[in-house]
C-alpha cells in the first residue's frame, strides 16, 4: 500500500494557546503513522505544502523512510500562505499511484477550492481521510474580557471584548464546520476532528480503533 502524508506548515498551523502548536501537533501524528505503515511494510511518502508544495518525498518501503520523514519535517519552517488551495491541487498531481492519503491541516481555506482537490484524489481512486487539527481556543473561543487577535498569515490585528463576538463566532465556526463535513461525507472521505489539547496516542488510537470496526 502507498500512504501519502500531506502536512500543512503554513503559518496559520503556529497557533499554540493550549499545549503545543497545530504544526508541531500534525507532525507528531504524522511521524506516529508513518512509523504503523512502515512496520508494515507500507511505503509512506511526505508532502510539505503551504501556498506550494514545499517538499516532496515520494512513497517508499525503505528501512530508512522513517528518518528521512522526519528530516524534511525538521529542517522546515512555517510559510505564509494567502491560500494553500494550488498547494494542495498540486499536492494532489504527485500522489501517483492508488493509496490513501491523509491530509494534516486546519483547512482555513475556501472550501469550494480545497474540495477540488478532494476530487481529483477521489478521481484517482485515493481513499482520503481528514485530519482537521484546531486549537482550542480557535474552535470554541473560551475567553473572557478584551483580546488582540492576530492573523498569522497576513499579520492583521483586531481589538475586541470575546464575549461580544463569541455567539457570532462560534455560529460562524460551526456552519463552516458543518460545511466542511457534508462535502467530506458525499465524497465518502474520513474527516477527524482533533484539538492539540487532545493526547495525540488516545485520539489516534480511539481514530484506528474506529476505523477498524467499519473495514
Not at 519535517?73 to 499536492?91: E, G, L, W
Not at 491541516?105 to 477540488?116: C, G, I, K, R, V
Request: proline share 3%; net charge negative; hydrophobic share 45%.
Amino acid at each position: 500500500m502507498n500512504l501519502y502524508l500531506l502536512l500543512d506548515v503554513s503559518s496559520s498551523m503556529e497557533c499554540k494557546n493550549v499545549g503545543v502548536s497545530k504544526r508541531e501537533y500534525g507532525a507528531a501524528l504524522a511521524a506516529s503513522l508513518s512509523h504503523l505503515a512502515l512496520r508494515q511494510h507500507d511505503a509512506v511518502g511526505l508532502i510539505l505544502l503551504a501556498d506550494e508544495v514545499i517538499a516532496h518525498l515520494p512513497p517508499r518501503a525503505r528501512p530508512h523512510q522513517l528518518q528521512e520523514i522526519l528530516r524534511v519535517i525538521t529542517a522546515t519552517t512555517p510559510r505564509k500562505a494567502s491560500s494553500t488551495a494550488r498547494a494542495f491541487q498540486q499536492a494532489a498531481e504527485l500522489c501517483k499511484h492508488r493509496g490513501i492519503v491523509i491530509i494534516l491541516s486546519d483547512l482555513f481555506d475556501d472550501l469550494d477550492a480545497f474540495m477540488q482537490a478532494i476530487d481529483r484524489l477521489r478521481f484517482s481512486r485515493h481513499e482520503v481521510i481528514v485530519f482537521h487539527l484546531w486549537d482550542p481556543w480557535e474552535r470554541d473561543l473560551p475567553l473572557e474580557g478584551h483580546y488582540r487577535f492576530q492573523d498569522l498569515e497576513t499579520g492583521e490585528a483586531l481589538v475586541t471584548q470575546a464575549e461580544s463576538v463569541r455567539t457570532a463566532y462560534r455560529s460562524a465556526v460551526n456552519e463552516w464546520r458543518h460545511a466542511l463535513e457534508r462535502e467530506c461525507r458525499n465524497r465518502a472521505v474520513d474527516r477527524v476532528e482533533l484539538t492539540t489539547a487532545e493526547p495525540l496516542d488516545a485520539a489516534l488510537l480511539d481514530y484506528l480503533v474506529r476505523r477498524a470496526k467499519t473495514l
